[in-house]
């Protein structure tokens, strides 16, 4: 069993047992120490892993850190445990702040068994970073840091390797959710670098707030550009596949053939709202799952090619007026577009109705 492979079993095993999972041992039982098995330690060999490890802290005899993993008589990991659903972000790291100081560890991890943060002391030597380089959520595996992981495990740890790819991941991370903070809500700074770049006038309140407006609507066209350069990617790999599952598919074949015999027409405008729809949910899930299903009256977006399943309808055959059916519960309810571009404004909606099949999937299963 590989890596990812462990990682999903322990997910799997995990999520089963925590409404049992009440205290800090218990979370440790049974989220941490499988964890770290799955690193490859031995967590029952107290020359690789050994539970309520002490330092030698100058003045203080009684400080311990829950776990340390140790290679060559040396401890290289720490590991801070915390009961499951403890708030990480509430939780004082002064023991792996210490350790920092009086052992050879790099790497510090604080846990509440199901979230996973990774610290190192990439801003100053021997001083644990305030913010994580790492972050592991073992329920969310489709966003895992897989490969940044298996740099931690037994048999390919080698921190002289790691730490400058920490480095780069830290700062990487960082810079991504500033990104989206500004993208939410532009800071004046912000605002003023890109204005200052492309204007020359003095800029007041006034013109500042003008420039705020602006700078939003380009990152939220900028933000749909990539979306749809990793769509047309996506739609290049997958297009085989969706040819062989349309194949597959004795109901959407029949349906063809009646969409033929009954004059129905697809229409580039449909397909064009169709591929915006599949840009919005390329983030979500694997685009090739969102199919389309032309009638008379409506052009069909699904998941799955499932009609009972679908994401929204288009209503683009009217020469006057345009609308997009979206779905609340199981009730359809239409809104007025003015052009296909105008889909973009229902991202909210469109997430929300596949979230709402996937758990669906989820409790049936």
Same mark, same amino acid.
């Given at each position: 069993?590989?890596? =990812? ?60 850190? &829950? ?91 080698? =921190? ?27 800071? &004046? ?13 003095? =800029? ?50 029949? *349906? ?71 779905? &609340? ?11 296909? *571009? ?24």
């Amino acid at each position: 069993m590989d890596f =990812i492979d462990q990682l999903k079993a322990l997910s799997s095993t995990a999520e089963k047992q925590l409404d049992n999972i009440k205290t800090e041992e218990a979370t440790k039982m049974a989220l941490v120490a499988p964890f770290i098995n799955a690193l490859g330690y031995n967590v029952f060999d107290p020359s690789e892993v050994v539970p309520e490890f002490t330092a030698d802290v100058p003045g203080r005899n009684n400080d311990k850190v &829950d776990y340390a993993i140790m290679l060559d008589g040396k401890a290289v990991i720490l590991i801070e445990c915390k009961s499951y659903g403890t708030n990480l972000d509430d939780v004082h790291k002064k023991q792996l702040h210490k350790y920092f100081h009086v052992t050879e560890s790099r790497i510090g991890v604080l846990t509440d068994g199901v979230i996973y943060r990774f610290y190192s002391d990439l801003e100053k030597p021997n001083v644990m970073d305030e913010r994580p380089f790492l972050e592991l959520n073992i329920l969310d595996l489709e966003h895992a840091p897989v490969e940044e992981l298996k740099k931690l495990t037994k048999a390919a740890f080698n =921190i002289e390797e790691m730490l400058p790819a920490a480095w780069e991941l830290k700062y990487t991370r960082e810079f991504r959710k500033i990104l989206v903070s500004q993208a939410k809500d532009p800071s &004046d700074d912000f605002v003023k670098v890109l204005a200052k770049a492309t204007y020359s006038g003095v =800029i007041g309140p006034k013109k500042l707030e003008q420039f705020r407006e602006i700078t939003k609507q380009a990152l939220k066209e900028f933000v749909n550009l990539q979306v749809n350069a990793r769509l047309q990617t996506a739609m290049a790999v997958s297009a085989d596949l969706q040819v062989e599952l349309a194949d597959e598919s004795a109901e959407d074949e029949e *349906s063809n053939s009646e969409n033929i015999g009954d004059g129905i027409e697809t229409t580039e405008e449909e397909l064009q709202g169709y591929h915006i729809v599949q840009a919005i949910l390329a983030s979500e899930t694997d685009p090739g799952r969102i199919t389309w299903k032309d009638t008379r009256n409506y052009f069909n977006v699904l998941l799955d090619s499932n009609s009972w399943r679908p994401l929204c309808r288009l209503y683009l055959n009217s020469k006057s007026i345009k609308r997009i059916g979206l779905f &609340d519960k199981e009730d359809e309810y239409k809104e007025e577009i003015s052009s296909i *571009s105008d889909i973009y404004r229902y991202a909210d909606q469109l997430k929300g109705a596949l979230e709402k099949y996937e758990v669906k999937v989820a409790v049936s299963s």
